[in-house]
């Protein structure tokens, strides 16, 4: 089981359940949603995992440890503030019923993490469907690294970001990529999810080497002229 449990203005809290098995849970920017899909969807919970330090991605961790305060919590060093319980950086986390690969993905923030289970790829602010995160506590290197990390997972992996922003990403998409018959086609696919109230992610991997430019850079510079355009755009 996979949900995209909307929050805030266009965050995501994302769900993830091996069938019969208990609950991960990725990023909580608010408590609300997830304790009412909690109270309808009653389950066990396994862990809690934060991608970066970031408010819109942690402010419902004290209100959840409040609730829930046997249940670990994983984050890189920067979220020790934020109330994780279990510092990860890089490595792999074996909880009884998972093993979740943590790969560095900074830049967005200079300790950003991304998780991996069971194929399915939680990025935060690393990667987003037809964009990435901007640089902010980090560095363009870092992102650029970290990007390159990802692309190198299966095809088939399914990329869950962290927030809404496949139709403005598009839009930049389309202006930067020469080969655009993919990004206009999704852009109508995503135009009409969104239209009916439907999340447009996950996306794939394989996807998002089509529709991503970010993903498409060849070099370092290639990626930093593009990241700044797109914070013009």
Same mark, same amino acid.
């Given at each position: 089981?996979l ?9 995501? *809290?994302w #769900?993830?359940?091996?069938?019969? #098995?208990?609950?991960?849970?990725v ?12 109270v ?17 991605h942690?402010?419902?961790?004290a ?9 670990? *919590?994983?984050?890189s060093q ?9 510092i ?16 560095p ?14 194929n399915h790829?939680?990025?935060?602010d ?7 995160g ?15 990390? #990802? ?6 992996? *399914? ?11 598009l ?14 086609n999704?852009?109508i696919?995503?135009?009409h #999810?969104?239209?009916e109230?439907?999340?447009s ?9 089509? *529709?991503?430019p ?9 990626f ?9 755009f």
């Amino acid at each position: 089981m996979l949900v995209a449990l909307p929050a805030l203005n266009d965050n995501y *809290i994302w #769900l993830y359940q091996r069938e019969n #098995l208990p609950l991960i849970i990725v990023d909580l920017p608010e408590t609300d949603k997830l304790f009412a899909w909690l109270v309808a969807n009653p389950t066990p919970i396994e862990a809690l995992l934060l991608t970066h330090e970031h408010d819109d991605h942690t402010q419902g961790v004290a209100s959840f440890k409040q609730r829930y305060p046997n249940v670990p *919590i994983y984050g890189s060093q920067e979220c020790a503030s934020k109330g994780a319980t279990h510092i990860v950086n890089e490595g792999e986390i074996i909880t009884p019923n998972y093993a979740i690969q943590v790969i560095p993905t900074g830049g967005h923030t200079a300790q950003h993490i991304s998780f991996l289970v069971d194929n399915h790829l939680f990025c935060g602010d690393a990667l987003f469907s037809a964009g990435c995160g901007r640089v902010f506590t980090g560095n363009y290197q870092q992102m650029f690294e970290g990007l390159g990390r #990802l692309k190198q997972l299966p095809d088939d992996t *399914i990329v869950c970001p962290g927030h809404e922003y496949t139709l403005s990403n598009l839009a930049f998409a389309e202006t930067v990529i020469e080969e655009k018959s993919a990004v206009k086609n999704h852009r109508i696919f995503v135009e009409h #999810l969104r239209q009916e109230g439907k999340p447009s992610l996950p996306t794939t991997l394989e996807l998002e080497k089509r *529709i991503n430019p970010f993903l498409q850079a060849k070099s370092e510079q290639e990626f930093i002229a593009l990241r700044q355009a797109k914070d013009r755009f």
